[in-house]
């Protein structure tokens, strides 16, 4: 069985998403311009299609479950695209939407 959750974020100008089933789950938050995930995502891919992506790593016993756990987590990766924007490795998914919004 598994369970998928969408729900409005940041005044509606994102979505949040979280899939889960037995044995495992991943969360996201996109927006206009790209998204905040957690590490099931691949860097890689977002460069390829020249998308803006950050993505933080939950832990097994910290995991990255709801798109609000990822607004306290830290991002440790970025595609060029993020990087471009002003995104770092090491700023908060918070600090990471207000940029993707074009907020800061």
């Not at 998403?17 to 206009?32: H, L, P, Y």
């Not at 860097?43 to 609000?68: N, R, W, Y």
């Not at 987590?73 to 090491?90: D, F, Q, Y």
Request: charged share 25%; with cysteine; proline share 4%.
């Amino acid at each position: 069985m598994h369970d998928v959750k969408t729900k409005p974020m940041a005044d509606g100008r994102a979505t949040g998403a979280s899939v889960k089933w037995d044995g495992g789950q991943f969360c996201f938050i996109a927006t206009d311009r790209g998204i905040l995930g957690c590490g099931i995502f691949n860097i890689g891919i977002l460069d390829e299609f020249d998308m803006a992506g950050a993505l933080a790593k939950g832990t097994p016993s910290l995991p990255l479950v709801e798109p609000e756990d990822l607004l306290s987590a830290r991002v440790s990766m970025v595609s060029v695209k993020a990087r471009e924007i002003g995104i770092t490795e090491g700023m908060t998914g918070e600090e990471v939407l207000e940029k993707l919004l074009g907020r800061k």
